[in-house]
């Protein structure tokens, strides 16, 4: 299509006020020449002079900068230039310096270093004048307008500055007008000229919707929503309905898509649409990982565009006519027209607009060629899985053509199937069209027939022979196996056992038939003279299919109505299964293989969740064949059965981590039912691990070099499972205790004497680090005070030393310092009251200063490794730190200890694990604090419990120790994880208040107050130092209620209360300044708001005071969104109270 050339470049200028050559706004701060010497050149550049010299060695030294960061190979250069770059942003040159790049760079770097610089510039918390960013837009639209052949992402850069400073000013007002929203208009004057032109228009429009869609959490939510809303309201509509009609335009005349440049004209318009569809509606920001999930919510008013069919086949003819890199986005856009609420239409539009699609899906299964591209293929897909995701069966079966169509998709089903190397991502989508469709049979009202009966079978049927298939391929060609795909697999697995019950006796015959068939074939093999190693390894892989299907169709008895006689079939294949292991255990350990392994325990697992347990009457038909073949009875000889596979596994495939680590996780899920462990310790499969957990018995608890230090890490689900099963008949028995504790007395007796000599260090380290897994496996399923006083007594103190020395001589190495320091943090929770000791006991004390020294000790070296880069910080540093916090947290929380006993007694323990907490504390910066999950949610618990129980401590900090702690409180109150927002508003609260009962002691001024407040007195002397700590946390919170979306409305209103009483004078300020921002209309109502919010509120912290403010604050909230709600009621600049 040619479009109508009304305007060349140089007559489109004429459209803007200003000169494209102008400098930019505060280019040329204090009168500084650069930009007066761009402007110069700029007038002069036709008489060839060049620019001065200190311009041009300012330039390249720019240009070499951006050839480091976006071509060199040099990590530190990278990294350096990067530093300079993020400075320029900062300094007061930054406008002249884009310019520069902007009007005299020499490659398309320099331009896109600009353009990153600008949008960062503009995207400031503190924003720009408006003057200046008004300027800087129009620049850079004249700059597209006259350099429209510049690289396509130097355009895309700069059309995305538009796009922040339209957004970010879309409500502020210049001489009463909008000033930001003449966009629109701006690029309406683009798409009257060139196709270059018409291109970045369209650029523009696509950059704008997605940028308003886009949710940037370091700004309010609530602003966000604003913004969006008024633009779906104003714009949407009506950008989608101008794309629509030149994509219409552009179809008209296709002859002409050969065109490059109309190609990509076509591919911004596709792009336009779909940013249009995928517009977050009504603000519930879909996660988009739930893709099948995903309804589109279209405004009422948009129903006129969808009810023309003109639409619908506007994007399926587009889909026709486009070659495939366009094609797919027509599918996308297709995609989402499928996923239209169902709201949007009354039944008989639903039923019409569905057929118009149904009608679509026909078109394209009988036309398939375009689908032999991966991407449309994938959209198509994609489509499909929309239709049942969003219209019922009992609708679809009502449609004209269903039953041509339900043959055709299922025909194109079990193609994608066999084909299982093409676009193996897409096939997610159709088995979940067929698992939504087959689970919706028993609600089918109509007379219509579904045929599912029919071709479900044939889709199980193609996904178990394609998968056998594929196994000879894969091996014989070196193919990537999508077995090794275990969360693939198994989500595939998952969707085929609910398609697989439809006519289960088709699918179990077909199970059946085939295992026999490829058992048969390996026993020939295993017995054969010549014993080819590759047809094996192939029967091998295809037994380890077929296991897996028998676990995923007997684990699909929980997902639907099942009868006797499945489950009877479901014993006939169980047997089969049972047999193999039989045979594979036959020939350990000269061979084995892992896939066929680990599909066994697979079945195992979903054997136990569906036929052993509580869960099923002993009566089910499941255990009749195998009685008969097997003489597996119930679940009691199942357990058995089970039980002798996981001991031959720990005993032979020690060597296989795979195998140990999923066979450990059978046994602690077996172990983790109480009935179940009742029956299991009677087991002698059981009896003897708990007599022989040594390496001479179970070869993966030896510290052979062959095994990696993280391959240790499954010791401690072992002797999790392990002493739960002791913990059965253990009661008060000691001796049995001591019994079972004696391999590690050994080995722990060993590295005492390797300490005492000259020792070692690989071995000693090895032991360690196996003997802290272990024990800390041990602790953790020691719930009883008798069971862990056994425990305590046992390391205490003879091996507890031994851990403070290895973390003195191994603090460098976390492989060694995290399991040992995990196992003090296990040590010190206080789970079911186990750590409540007798009282003439002084175990907690004694418990607590080993933790303290081990505490203090890593700290203290921890902190001379010094600056570490931000690769190493986590695993060197903060990890142990984290870990630290925790153990400290469970110490201080488990009401075990009385802390007051140390100063009482000059014992310094407790003073000395409070230092270190300080001083890890101060080496670790704020936004690490956030930065790291782990990390941030062992801190801030713990300063909860320190603000709780220890306000002496805190009031006795040095005045920038406190800063510290309470701009981490101030930046934890806006955090994503309300675990850490919620403990911020804690310790903030405990502040507030205890701040609030000294100032109302010092009133009383009697004699006793004045004695104990000292530390009181700190605390108040620093507040009045430094008032904006608590006045910027009440704005935070203040800002949180009114403007955010509070997960945790509860928690942000206790310490609220306190702030407010204690800034009265600065929380009606914030009141003052919010009313004064709104239009004269809702200022009596605003006011109103905040009257109620302290109705009835007295000046006091008193539990029900605090209630009565948690209530006033919750109708003040809702009636506050009431208020702002409707379009224009202000700029939001101006309702961020933390401006």
């Known amino acids: 299509m040619a479009l109508p050339v009304q305007a060349s470049v140089s007559s489109l200028r004429h459209r803007f006020p200003e000169n494209p050559r102008q400098p930019l706004p505060g280019a040329c701060p204090r009168g500084a020449s650069a930009t007066e010497t761009v402007s110069e050149t700029a007038e002069e550049g036709g008489a060839g002079k060049g620019p001065p010299k200190a311009l041009a060695e300012s330039l390249a030294e720019l240009e070499v900068l951006c050839n480091h960061l976006y071509e060199g190979t040099d990590l530190a250069q990278r990294m350096q230039a990067e530093k300079v770059l993020l400075e320029l942003i900062d300094s007061p040159e930054c406008l002249s310096q884009c310019q520069l790049l902007l009007e005299r760079g020499t490659t398309s770097y320099a331009q896109l270093l600009a353009a990153t610089c600008l949008s960062k510039l503009v995207s400031r918390a503190s924003p720009l004048p408006i003057e200046q960013r008004i300027d800087i837009r129009n ?34 007002a210049l001489k009463d007008q909008l000033i930001f929203r003449d966009v629109i208009t701006d690029v309406k004057k683009f798409l009257q000229g060139t196709v270059d032109h018409y291109i970045i228009g369209v650029m523009i429009l696509s950059e704008l919707t997605q940028e308003m869609n886009l949710v940037d959490y370091s700004r309010p939510s609530a602003k966000h929503r604003k913004i969006a809303t008024s633009f779906r309201d104003t714009s949407l509509k009506d950008i989608l309905m101008l794309a629509c009609s030149l994509l219409k335009e552009l179809l008209a005349k296709p002859v002409t898509l050969q065109d490059q440049r109309q190609q990509s004209l076509a591919m911004q318009l596709l792009k336009l649409v779909l940013n249009c569809l995928n517009f977050d509606f009504i603000g519930n920001s879909a996660d988009e990982s739930a893709d099948d999930l995903c309804t589109v919510q279209i405004p009422t008013n948009w129903r006129t565009i969808f009810l023309e069919p003109e639409t619908l086949d506007l994007f399926f003819d587009l889909y026709h006519s486009l070659p495939p890199m366009l094609s797919q986005l027509a599918l996308s856009c297709l995609v989402q027209f499928a996923s239209t609420r169902r709201s949007l239409f009354s039944n008989p539009e639903r039923a019409k607009y569905l057929g118009n699609l149904i009608k679509g899906v026909k078109q394209i299964l009988e036309n398939p060629q375009g689908l032999s591209d991966p991407g449309n293929y994938h959209e198509f897909c994609r489509f499909l899985a929309r239709l049942k995701t969003n219209y019922q069966l009992g609708e679809l079966v009502m449609v004209k053509d269903y039953p041509e169509v339900i043959q055709l998709i299922a025909n194109f089903t079990v193609t994608s199937l066999q084909h299982w190397e093409f676009a193996p991502n897409s096939v997610h989508y159709l088995l979940t069209l067929w698992q939504r469709m087959v689970a919706s049979v028993p609600f089918v009202k109509t007379a219509e027939p579904h045929l599912l009966d029919t071709y479900a079978p044939e889709i199980t049927k193609a996904y178990i022979t394609s998968r056998l298939e594929c196994v000879p391929v894969v091996i014989r060609d070196g193919l990537e196996d999508p077995l090794d795909d275990t ?13 697989s019950r439809c006519e289960y006796e088709k699918t179990c015959t077909l199970l059946v038939q085939l295992f026999d068939q490829n058992a048969q074939n390996y026993q020939k093999l295993l017995h054969s003279s ?8 192939v029967q091998e892989g295809c037994l380890a299919w077929l296991v897996y299907f028998v676990g995923t169709f007997v684990g699909g008895r929980l997902t639907y109505t099942s009868t006797d006689e499945h489950d009877a079939m479901d014993g006939e294949l169980s047997c089969r299964v049972f047999q193999l292991i039989s045979l ?12 066929v392994e680990l599909a066994i325990l697979w079945f195992l697992d979903q054997f136990r969740k569906t036929y052993v347990g509580d869960q099923l009457q002993h009566t089910s038909k499941v255990y009749a064949r195998m009685s008969e073949v097997l003489g597996i009875k119930d679940d009691n000889h199942v357990l058995e059965t089970f039980m002798t596979k996981i001991v031959t596994n720990l005993k032979y495939r020690g060597r296989c981590e795979p195998v140990i680590s999923r066979t450990l996780q059978f046994l602690n899920d077996l172990s983790a039912t109480y009935s179940i462990l009742k029956k299991l310790v009677k087991i002698e499969a059981v009896k003897f691990m708990l007599q022989n957990h040594t390496s001479k018995h179970f070869p993966f608890l030896g510290i052979s070099d062959n095994y990696s230090l993280s391959d240790l890490r499954c010791r401690t689900v072992f002797y999790t499972a392990l002493t739960r099963l002791l913990m059965v008949d253990l009661g008060e028995d000691e001796d049995e205790f001591e019994n079972f504790m004696l391999p590690l007395t050994v080995s722990f007796e060993n590295v005492t004497q390797i300490f005492n000599s000259s020792f070692e260090q690989e071995e000693a380290k090895r032991m ?9 496996g041990i602790a953790f399923a020691l719930n009883t005070k008798t ?30 310092t995290t399991p040992i320091l995990k196992l003090m943090a296990e040590f010190m929770q206080n789970r079911s009251q186990r750590l409540n000791f007798d009282v003439s006991s002084p175990n907690g004390i004694l418990l607590f200063r080993e933790a303290s020294k081990m505490i203090c000790t890593y700290g203290n070296q921890i902190l001379s490794l010094g600056t570490l880069s931000k690769d190493q910080v986590y695993p060197l540093k903060l990890k142990g730190i984290s870990i630290c916090y925790s153990a400290l947290k469970s110490a201080l929380c488990g009401n075990y200890v009385s802390f007051g006993v140390f100063k009482l007694y000059g014992d310094n323990h407790f003073d000395n694990v409070l230092q270190a907490f300080v001083k890890m504390l101060l080496s670790v910066s704020h936004s690490d604090l956030l930065q790291y999950r782990k990390l941030s949610q062992s801190y801030y618990p713990l300063l909860e419990c320190l603000t709780q129980d220890h306000m002496s401590f805190i009031t006795s900090l040095e005045p920038h ?19 850490v927002s919620s403990s911020c508003c804690a310790s903030l609260d405990y502040i507030v208040t205890y701040l609030f009962k000294h100032l109302s002691k010092e009133r009383k001024k009697t004699l006793r107050c004045r004695e104990i407040s000292q530390d009181g007195q700190r605390l108040l002397h620093f507040m009045q130092q430094n008032p904006e700590v608590l006045q910027q946390m009440m704005s935070i919170l203040m800002n949180t209620i009114i403007f955010e979306d509070c997960r945790n409305q509860w928690s942000v209103s206790r310490p609220l209360l306190g702030l407010i009483l204690l800034n009265e004078k600065y929380f009606s300020e914030l009141r003052a300044t919010l009313i004064a921002s709104q239009p004269d209309n809702k200022r009596e109502a605003l006011d109103q708001c905040f009257r109620n919010l302290m109705e009835g509120v007295e000046q006091s912290l008193l539990v029900k005071n605090r209630d009565r403010f948690t209530q006033n604050m ?10 702002l709600r409707s379009e224009g009621a202000s700029d939001p600049s101006s309702l961020d109270m933390m401006s």
């Open 1114 to 1123: 919750s109708v003040f909230r809702r009636d506050m969104a009431e208020a």
């Open 768 to 776: 360690l680090i196996g003997l802290a897994r272990d024990l800390r």
């Open 961 to 979: 120790v406190l800063i510290y702690i309470l701009t981490s409180i101030s930046e934890g109150l806006t955090a994503v994880d309300t675990i």
């Open 584 to 595: 594979m255990d036959a020939q350990l350990p000269q061979s084995s293989n892992e896939k």
């Open 530 to 537: 010549s014993r080819n190693p590759l047809e094996i390894t």
């Open 787 to 816: 069971s862990y006083t056994m425990l305590f007594d046992w390391i205490y103190p003879a091996y507890i030393s031994v851990l403070q020395r290895a973390i003195e001589l191994w603090y460098r190495e976390p492989a060694c």
């Open 487 to 499: 969360a693939t697999v198994f989500q595939q697995l998952e969707q085929l056992c609910t398609v």
């Open 139 to 172: 620049y850079i639209l004249h700059y597209v307008a006259s350099q429209p052949k510049l690289a396509p992402f130097v355009i895309q850069a700069l059309v995305q500055v538009i796009a922040k400073i339209t957004k970010l000013g879309w409500f502020e």
